[in-house]
C-alpha cells in the first residue's frame, strides 16, 4: 500500500517570508528544512523570498550556506540535486536588522518592494518572528511604522509561544499585537498541533462507528495523556526555571490534546469551528480553586540526580543557569475534569516530565468495563479495552481487546492491535513545522491557537500555579530516570486506576497483532 505524505496539495498564493531569528536554533533545526521540503514538493510554487533576519552581520553567501548545512543536518529531503538548490537558494536574502531601530525597518520595506518585483509577488507579507515574546510588541510596532504592512497583498504574523507568562502577561502581550494585527491575521503556533497523530485525534473520532458512539461518560472510564522526555534542560536552564513543566507543556500542548480529545463534533470542518469547540472544554475545565484542591488534583516534582544506564545525571538543581535552590517543577500530573455532559465524571489524567525513562507521547482512552458478574468475568479479571494514540515519537494506534486463548477452555487472553502508521511511513511526514508554515501561508488557521483558547488556558494553569507559588513545600523530588514522584500514582489510585505503560511497554500476557515487525 502506498501513501500520498505530501502535505495538502493546494500551492499558497507568493508572497515574502520573514524570518526574525534567522540565525537561531529554531530556524536551523526546523524552518529551513521545512521551507526546504515545501518547496521540492512544489508547495512553494516560484512566487516567494525569504527574507532572513538578525542583528548579526551576514552576506547571502553565508546565509545560503547555513541554509545549505541546516538542510543536510536536519531535513527529510538532502539538498543533493544542485539545480533544484540553485533555483530554491536564489530566493533566500539576508538582511542585518536591530529591531529596536524603525530606520531598518524602512529599508526592509524598500527590500520588500523589490522582491516582489523580482519574484513576482503580490506583496502578500508573511511575519515569523522566531524570537523572545518581549520582542513581538516592538516588532510589530516597527513594522507598521517601517510601513511594512501597507503593501497591497495581506499580512500574516506567526508567533511561537510561550505566549506570556500568566494571564495578565499574555493579555498585555496581545493587546499590543492588537494595536496592529487583526486576530484573523495572527497565527500562534502550538507545534503539537502540526503533529500527524494530534490531527488525527479527529479523524480517529469522527469517522469511526466503533468510537464515537461510545465516547462520553457512559463508556469511557478515564483518559490519560503522558507527555514524557527523557532529556533535561539542557542549555535552556534560564527560560525553563521561570517557566517550569506547567507552563512549558501543561498551558499548551496537554491541554491542546485534552481540547482535541473532549471537543463535540464541530458543525464543519472550518478552523473556527473547530476551535469554537475546543474552546467550549477549556471553558468546562474545572478551575481548581483552593490550595486543598489543587493539592489533591496537582502533583508537582523536580529531577534530582539519577542514573540511565550506566550514565549519572546531574539534578536539576546543579543544572547551568538554574537556581541552586529553585523549586521549578520539571514533572507535573493532575487529575482534571471537564464539567459538561459528556464528560461529567470521566477524569482526564495528565502528565509530563522531563528526564523520565522513554520518551513518549500518547493517550490512552480506557473504556468501562463489562459488568463483572456475568459471563467471562465470573471466572477472570477482565482487562478493561483501550484505546491507545501514539503521537510521539513512535506514531499509530492500538486498540486492547479479550479474546479467546486459541485452543483453551473459554480461556480469556488479552490482545492488542496495532496500525503503527511511523512505521508503514516514516516518522512525521510531513514534519509539523512543514504543515504549520503552509497553513499559516494558505491563510489556515485550524492548527494555530486563537485568543480566547490561550486565555482560557493561561485561567486554569493560573490557578494551580497560584496555589503553588502560595506552598512552596508541596515539591517532591523523583531521580532523573524514574517515572516521577509516586504521589502522581494515587491520583488514580482513588479511583481504583493505574498509569497504563507507554510506549509499547504492555504486560507480558499480551499478544501483540501489529504491522510494526514486533
Ligand atoms: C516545547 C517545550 O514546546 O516542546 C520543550 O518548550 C519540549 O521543553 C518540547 O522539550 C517537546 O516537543 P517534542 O515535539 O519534542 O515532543
Redesign the pocket.
Same mark, same amino acid.
Given at each position: 500500500m502506498t501513501y500520498n505524505t505530501t502535505v495538502d496539495s493546494i500551492s499558497p498564493e507568493g508572497a515574502v517570508y520573514y524570518l526574525f531569528g534567522a540565525t537561531g536554533d529554531l530556524a536551523r533545526r526546523k524552518l529551513f528544512p521545512a521551507l526546504f521540503s515545501l518547496y521540492k514538493e512544489g508547495k512553494l510554487s516560484e512566487n516567494f523570498a525569504v527574507v532572513g533576519l538578525a542583528r548579526r552581520p551576514r552576506t547571502n553567501e553565508q546565509f545560503r550556506s547555513d541554509l545549505y548545512d541546516s538542510i543536510n543536518e536536519f531535513c527529510r529531503y538532502k539538498a543533493d540535486d544542485a539545480e533544484l538548490w540553485n533555483r530554491f537558494s536564489e530566493h533566500f536574502v539576508y538582511m542585518s536588522l536591530d529591531i529596536n531601530n524603525v530606520d531598518g525597518f524602512r529599508e526592509l520595506n524598500v527590500l520588500s518592494t523589490e522582491l516582489d518585483h523580482k519574484f513576482g509577488i503580490p506583496g502578500n507579507r508573511l511575519f515569523y518572528l522566531a524570537l523572545a515574546p518581549s520582542l513581538f510588541g516592538p516588532v510589530s510596532f516597527n513594522l507598521r511604522d517601517g510601513g511594512l504592512l501597507e503593501s497591497t497583498g495581506w499580512n500574516r504574523l506567526v508567533i511561537e509561544?510561550p505566549f506570556g507568562y500568566d494571564l495578565p502577561s499574555a493579555q498585555k502581550l496581545n493587546e499590543q499585537l492588537n494595536q496592529v494585527f487583526k486576530e484573523e491575521e495572527i497565527f500562534r503556533i502550538d %507545534?503539537?498541533l502540526g503533529?500527524e497523530m494530534v490531527q488525527n485525534i479527529q479523524v480517529i473520532r469522527f469517522a469511526n462507528a466503533f468510537f464515537e458512539p461510545l465516547w462520553n461518560n457512559n463508556h469511557i472510564a478515564n483518559v490519560q495523556i503522558t507527555?514524557s522526555?527523557t532529556?533535561g534542560v539542557e542549555e535552556?536552564g534560564g527560560y525553563?526555571d521561570k517557566s517550569g513543566a506547567l507552563r512549558?507543556?501543561g498551558q +499548551? %500542548?496537554m491541554l491542546q490534546m485534552l481540547t482535541m480529545i473532549a471537543m463535540e463534533p464541530p458543525s464543519r470542518l472550518h478552523g473556527e469551528d473547530i476551535r469554537d469547540e475546543k474552546v467550549k472544554v477549556l471553558r468546562s475545565l474545572r478551575g481548581y480553586t483552593s490550595g486543598d484542591d489543587v493539592r489533591k488534583h496537582v502533583v508537582r516534582g523536580q529531577y534530582s540526580e539519577g542514573q540511565v544506564g550506566s550514565k549519572e545525571l546531574p539534578g536539576y538543581r546543579q543544572e547551568d543557569s538554574v537556581d541552586p535552590e529553585s523549586s521549578t517543577e520539571t514533572y507535573f500530573a493532575a487529575k482534571v475534569f471537564v464539567d459538561n455532559f459528556r464528560w461529567a465524571g470521566v477524569p482526564f489524567y495528565i502528565r509530563t516530565g522531563?528526564r523520565m525513562p522513554v520518551?513518549t507521547?500518547e493517550v490512552v482512552v480506557e473504556f468501562k468495563s463489562m459488568p463483572q458478574n456475568v459471563l467471562f468475568a465470573q471466572k477472570h479479571d477482565l482487562a478493561p479495552n483501550l484505546l491507545v494514540i501514539r503521537v +510521539?515519537p513512535m506514531e499509530g494506534i492500538y486498540i486492547k481487546i479479550n479474546a479467546k486463548k486459541p485452543g483453551s477452555d473459554n480461556a480469556v487472553q488479552p490482545v492488542s492491535m496495532e496500525f503503527c502508521q511511523s512505521c508503514q511511513i516514516g516518522i512525521n511526514t510531513p514534519e509539523?513545522y512543514e504543515r504549520l508554515i503552509h497553513d499559516a501561508a494558505r491563510g489556515d488557521s485550524t492548527y494555530f491557537t486563537r485568543w480566547d483558547e490561550v486565555s482560557h488556558a493561561w485561567e486554569f494553569v493560573d490557578r494551580i500555579a497560584q496555589a503553588w507559588r502560595e506552598e512552596k513545600s508541596d515539591l517532591a523530588f523523583y531521580p532523573a530516570g524514574s517515572w516521577g514522584p509516586e504521589a502522581a500514582g494515587r491520583l488514580l489510585d482513588e479511583e481504583g486506576f493505574h498509569w497504563w505503560p507507554v510506549n509499547g511497554q504492555e504486560e507480558d500476557n499480551v499478544i501483540w497483532i501489529t504491522n510494526s515487525g514486533k
Open positions: 509561544k %507545534h503539537y503533529k507527555l522526555e532529556v535552556r525553563y512549558d507543556m +499548551n %500542548h522531563k520518551k507521547t +510521539n509539523a
